[in-house]
């Protein structure tokens, strides 16, 4: 985690289109004009077709803590591939590192409460997601459309939130300076007041993700 968290750290720092977002306690960064809005457009549109009530890790799909619709796209689609290849280069993480693009849609009221994306070491399946490729080291989500009201991200210990804004990326570092699990990456998906959201996200692990 420390490794890697310096090299995409300086490979960050050096990309003039890539703003480090303030705070001491974890890196989070934001680039405008990701994808074009045609691009975002035809994302939506695959989300559209793949969404299904979102699950969290250990508990499957729950109303309460995650309201969301999400579903895996194809990652073997010509046009995704082109994204993800994106992602990789400015983060400068190989791509086989990289967790399948998962996109998520929220409605009105909608929301994802307050948690980490990277894994509790303690947690039965770790030891799963440990042989099939490690820790989630850094997180990209990209904002797909803009939202009339509500639905933003919320980093709650850092007092930051960041409202939904099409083609943004924001960019974080689920690890300290030190490499450690950063407890200051608490953040939430706050609900949607009117219209709908779209983002997709990608994980990226510490070494190859696949099956174990």
Not at 17 to 31: I, N, S
């Amino acid at each position: 985690m420390k490794a890697l968290g310096e090299a995409v750290r300086a490979r960050l720092a050096a990309d003039p289109l890539v703003q480090r977002l303030p705070g001491d306690h974890a890196e989070v960064w934001a680039t405008a004009d990701f994808l074009t809005p045609d691009e975002c457009e035809r994302m939506m549109a695959m989300i559209d077709r793949t969404a299904v009530p979102s699950q969290i890790l250990d508990h499957g799909y729950n109303e309460v803590w995650r309201t969301s619709y999400s579903g895996d796209v194809d990652a073997h689609d010509p046009f995704v591939q082109m994204i993800e290849r994106r992602i990789d280069d400015l983060l400068g993480i190989p791509h086989e590192w990289g967790e399948t693009m998962q996109g998520q849609r929220y409605a009105p009221g909608q929301e994802f409460r307050e948690h980490m994306d990277w894994f509790w070491t303690k947690a039965p399946y770790f030891k799963t997601e440990a042989r099939r490729g490690g820790q989630r080291s850094f997180t990209a989500m990209i904002y797909l459309n803009d939202v009339e009201e509500g639905g933003e991200t919320a980093f709650i210990n850092l007092g930051m939130s960041i409202p939904p804004q099409r083609g943004v990326l924001l960019i974080w570092n689920n690890g300290g300076i030190d490499g450690s699990l950063n407890q200051f990456t608490l953040h939430a998906g706050m609900p949607v007041v009117k219209g709908t959201k779209y983002i997709i996200t990608k994980w990226y692990r510490t070494r190859r993700w696949g099956h174990a």
